[in-house]
C-alpha cells in the first residue's frame, strides 16, 4: 500500500508561481511512476503530466506544456509539480497519483493510488 500526502498549494495573481510536493510511504518509490492531475469545480478530473519511475521521462498536457515541470527527488520519497505563468484557468484541485504500471497513460484509471488533493487557485 502507498499513502500519498500533497501539499504546497496555496493563491496566487495570474503570471506567479507555486510549487506542489507530494511526499510518498509505504513502497518503493523508484518503482512507481507518478502523476499530477487536477480537478476545477463541475468540471472532470484532467491529466497534467507524469514523471517515469527514475525521472528521466516526463509528459504533459499540452496546455501546461513550457509552464509546468515535473521533477522527483528518489531519495526524498518525493514529487514535486513546479507551476510557472500561471493562468487563472490552472485554478483547481491538484492530485499527485502513483502507478506500478511503466509508463501510465493520462486516464485516472491508470493510477493506483492518490494523494488526497491541494487547492491551487489563481486570481486574475
Known amino acids: 500500500q502507498v499513502q500519498l500526502v500533497n501539499s504546497g498549494g496555496g493563491s496566487v495573481q495570474a503570471g506567479g508561481s507555486l510549487r506542489l510536493s507530494c511526499a510518498a510511504s509505504?513502497?518503493?518509490?523508484?518503482?512507481?511512476?507518478m502523476g499530477w492531475f487536477r480537478q476545477a469545480a463541475g468540471k472532470e478530473r484532467e491529466f497534467v503530466g507524469r514523471i517515469s519511475r527514475r525521472g528521466g521521462s516526463t509528459y504533459y498536457l499540452d496546455s501546461v506544456k513550457g509552464r509546468f515541470t515535473i521533477s522527483r527527488d528518489n531519495a526524498a520519497n518525493t514529487v514535486y509539480l513546479q507551476m510557472n505563468s500561471l493562468k487563472p484557468e490552472d485554478t483547481a484541485v491538484y492530485y499527485c497519483a502513483a502507478s506500478r504500471t511503466l509508463y501510465p497513460g493520462w486516464s485516472a484509471r491508470d493510477y493506483d493510488y492518490w494523494g488526497q488533493g491541494t487547492q491551487v487557485t489563481v486570481a486574475s
Open positions: 509505504g513502497d518503493t518509490f523508484s518503482s512507481l511512476s
